[in-house]
């Protein structure tokens, strides 16, 4: 089991550049999830999907945040154009489905600086 | 609504002693789940102890258990025997076991080991 593998590890853009930020989840998970960690916020959930499908999008900030998820083994976030106010370690985290008692397993996360 | 709250920001404990890391939650849900999760200083997110709020039994996982008090909405995280690996932040969290599957964090703890 590779686990929930994101690219890239780091992101260094500038300002009106759009970002994607990719995950592949655990194979076999159903529900895939995309937060925010912030020193000012914390841990925020943007977005999640269960089986492909969008289920919660009120984390999204604003139209310049889209996500997708073509297949169960991939996911994408993109920022269009990005802003200096989106630096943060954003994380793909999966899991199996509702009422499951395994944890959320999380990528390593991509750290986005946007200059 | 969810809501986790984690009230120290930090703490430092001796090598080998035993350390208890507060988290209380506020739910209107019936049937949910609690997660605590550590994070080190190389950033990822690793899954520690869950527990249900139907379990009767107080959740342990090796070194770990959850100190479950479900009048109380109290969830603690007791570590037995802390090591210096142990210093990281710790986060609690929750989940609505038939509903909306993300998860809501708490702002953390950050447990420093002395040695």
């Known amino acids: 089991d590779a686990g929930v593998i994101q690219s890239p590890r780091h992101e260094v853009t500038e300002m009106g550049q759009e970002v994607t930020l990719r995950c592949k989840p655990i194979?076999?998970?159903?529900?895939l999830f995309w937060y925010r960690q912030t020193m000012m916020r914390g841990l925020e959930l943007l977005i999640y999907?269960?089986?492909?499908?969008?289920?919660?999008d009120s984390g999204m900030p604003e139209d310049r945040f889209s996500a997708k998820m073509p297949n169960a083994s991939f996911s994408t976030l993109k920022i269009q154009p990005s802003e200096p106010r989106d630096s943060a370690v954003y994380f793909c985290?999966?899991?199996?489905?509702?009422?499951?008692?395994?944890?959320?397993?999380f990528g390593s996360g991509t750290r986005l600086t946007v200059v | 609504a969810q809501k986790i709250t984690q009230t120290q920001p930090g703490m430092f404990v001796q090598e080998k002693e035993a350390v208890t890391l507060d988290c209380t939650y506020d739910t209107s849900d019936q049937s949910y789940g609690l997660f605590w999760y550590k994070q080190p200083s190389s950033g990822e997110m690793i899954f520690l102890i869950y527990?249900?709020?139907?379990?009767?039994q107080n959740a342990t996982e090796g070194r770990y258990s959850l100190n479950f008090q479900k009048a109380r909405k109290s969830a603690n995280l007791v570590i037995s025997a802390s090591q210096l690996g142990d210093s990281a932040m710790y986060f609690c969290?929750?989940?609505?076991?038939?509903?909306?599957?993300?998860?809501?964090f708490g702002t953390g703890t950050r447990l420093t080991i002395i040695p």
């Open positions: 985290a999966s899991t199996r489905g509702q009422g499951s008692n395994y944890g959320y397993t």
């Open positions: 527990q249900g709020s139907y379990d009767e």
């Open positions: 194979s076999g998970h159903n529900s």
């Open positions: 999907f269960n089986n492909n499908v969008p289920i919660d």
């Open positions: 969290a929750m989940r609505d076991n038939f509903g909306n599957e993300k998860l809501t």
